[in-house]
């Protein structure tokens, strides 16, 4: 810990510095407790700004038309791959296996009521 704060402090010799360090150090000591994965917080840090990037130049190069991610048949792929990941860990649809059981739920129940 001794050796965190010198580090920290001597970044730009500002007592700030520390306090920035120990205020995330609570942030992820929270994460932690809350049981949050603290991982894709820092892959979302890390690639966020290249991703903001990439975007700016794709949508420059298709003239601020969107449907230019759909114009080939892997980007499609992708999207469509991405979009059922995120679909799938949604908590509000308990995700695919979550979904796959209230639909088959639904139909047990509809057949209950009929007899």
């Not at 994460?31 to 903001?52: F, H, N, R, S, Y």
Request: aromatic share 6%; glycine share 12%; charged share 10%.
């Amino acid at each position: 810990m001794v050796l965190s704060v010198i580090g920290a402090y001597a970044l730009n010799n500002s007592l700030f510095d520390i306090w920035l360090m120990l205020g995330f150090g609570l942030f992820g000591f929270a994460l932690d407790a809350c049981k949050i994965p603290t991982p894709p917080l820092v892959i979302g840090l890390i690639l966020g700004p290249i991703l903001d990037a990439s975007l700016e130049q794709s949508l420059l190069i298709g003239q601020g038309d969107s449907m230019i991610f759909l114009h080939s048949p892997i980007s499609a792929v992708l999207l469509g791959i991405a979009l059922l990941s995120i679909l799938q860990a949604t908590p509000v649809f308990g995700g695919v296996a979550g979904l796959c059981r209230k639909l088959r739920r639904g139909t047990r129940d509809a057949a209950a009521r009929k007899t």
